[in-house]
């Protein structure tokens, strides 16, 4: 193999030829399927062009130092428009690297950093301190999807991504991943906010976020319906989803209202329990979430991310250190089947099915896992069950020393 040839980087020989590059008029360039894949097949495998920790000067010396075939696909990424704040502080650090030892051009630094805000991947660096990112000649071309058809990890083969297919995949399909963390319990408007935030410049119109917003269900208004209303994306309309009935924004003003109040509530509990240094303070605290809950029922869907936020406080045993192993390991089981809920589009007010295991859910699934072990015996049936669902997940997507552990943890549990 020629040593400028790019296709090195693709490092499963299997998947060279599975994917390509198209020109979209409404958003550049895109990687599509050039074959088909079922649920769990690796669709992609590649080495970084560039990998660094943070220091912007390091990942300009590393570009510099780097082949002529390497530097040129680094500078042909994508670049979206700056907002004029982070537009001022890329100037900033591009004129201090031109006027430093690194002598990098002032517009080439510019380049570089327009393209690592649109372009680079967080990578997992065991046993290293501090974040690592990289950038990648064909992985950096797949697009964002609050519902994607790929899973992407950096953690299951040190110094490479992989990317997962989690739904059937033709040849054609756009190959799209989520640039979000907690992408099943975000609502539709904080999840544009964010990416905005990231300097992706777009406003998200994926099939998730043109349909109803699944973990915002607001209590219908009809008097004798027990079902719950959500927003859709593009009439942007109310519609419940057991009767039908459509409501506006002002048709929802009160419902709204309610849940800015709830909204407000959660933020003082959160704050609250992270302050809490006492026992009896934590114990009172404690006390006002469980009830919040109850009142969340009332009011919300289950899936409602208030929901979820009120359990992850919940299980964060620094917080309630009193309330038992138990308790914390229930708080997550509930939590993670409500996120499985949300992934599989399920907003059932009393939902008892165990529903497939998602990839974006993997972590949390672990984590839930380890609660339950630390827990004790009462909680050893929760995990089995959620390692059942979850292992072959976490074995595609996690390290393989977490899987070890895990997979010795659970021996012990059986």
């Not at 009462?378 to 997940?393: G, N």
């Not at 390290?399 to 552990?405: A, L």
């Amino acid at each position: 193999m020629a040593a400028d040839d790019p296709s090195q980087l693709l490092v499963a020989e299997k998947v060279r030829n599975a994917t390509g590059v198209q020109c979209s008029e409404a958003i550049g360039r895109v990687l599509v399927a050039a074959a088909p894949f079922a649920p769990g097949e690796l669709v992609l495998e590649e080495a970084p062009l560039l990998a660094w920790q943070e220091d912007p000067m390091q990942l300009f010396r590393d570009f510099l130092a780097a082949p002529a075939w390497k530097q040129a696909l680094v500078l042909d990424l994508a670049k979206s428009k700056l907002s004029a704040e982070r537009a001022a502080e890329h100037e900033a650090v591009a004129l201090s690297a031109s006027q430093s030892e690194i002598s990098i051009p002032i517009d080439t630094a510019r380049q570089i950093l327009q393209i690592v805000d649109t372009n680079a991947q967080q990578m997992h660096s065991e046993g290293e301190d501090g974040t690592r990112a990289g950038l990648f000649a064909r992985a950096s071309k797949a697009e964002h999807s609050c519902r994607p058809n790929c899973a992407s990890t950096t953690q299951a083969s040190p110094g490479v991504i992989r990317y997962h297919a989690v739904s059937p995949i033709e040849v054609g399909d756009r190959i799209s991943i989520s640039y979000l963390s907690e992408l099943w319990s975000t609502p539709r408007e904080a999840r544009r906010n964010a990416l905005l935030e990231m300097e992706k410049a777009f406003n998200c119109n994926c099939c998730r976020c043109v349909a109803l917003d699944d973990c915002r269900g607001l209590a219908c208004l009809e008097a004798n319906c027990s079902g719950f209303c959500f927003q859709e994306g593009v009439s942007l309309m109310w519609r419940c989803g057991k009767c039908g009935s459509e409501y506006d924004k002002e048709g929802m003003k009160s419902r709204l209202q309610e849940e800015k109040r709830l909204l407000l509530r959660t933020s003082q509990l959160q704050i609250r329990a992270a302050a809490a240094s006492s026992s009896s303070e934590q114990e009172l605290v404690r006390e006002e979430l469980c009830n919040l809950m109850t009142e969340l029922r009332k009011h919300l869907a289950p899936t409602h991310y208030l929901g979820i936020l009120s359990l992850e406080t919940l299980h964060t045993p620094e917080f309630f250190p009193g309330a038992g192993n138990v308790a914390a390991a229930k708080a997550y089981v509930n939590k993670l089947k409500l996120l499985d809920c949300i992934a599989a589009g399920c907003s059932s007010a009393s939902c008892s099915e165990r529903h497939a295991a998602n990839a974006e859910n993997w972590g949390d699934a672990d984590a839930a896992i380890q609660f339950c072990l630390a827990a004790g015996s009462t909680m050893f049936p929760e995990a089995l069950q959620i390692s059942e669902s979850y292992l072959p997940m976490i074995h595609m997507m996690a390290s393989p020393r977490v899987v070890e552990e895990l997979k010795g943890c659970l021996e012990l549990a059986e």
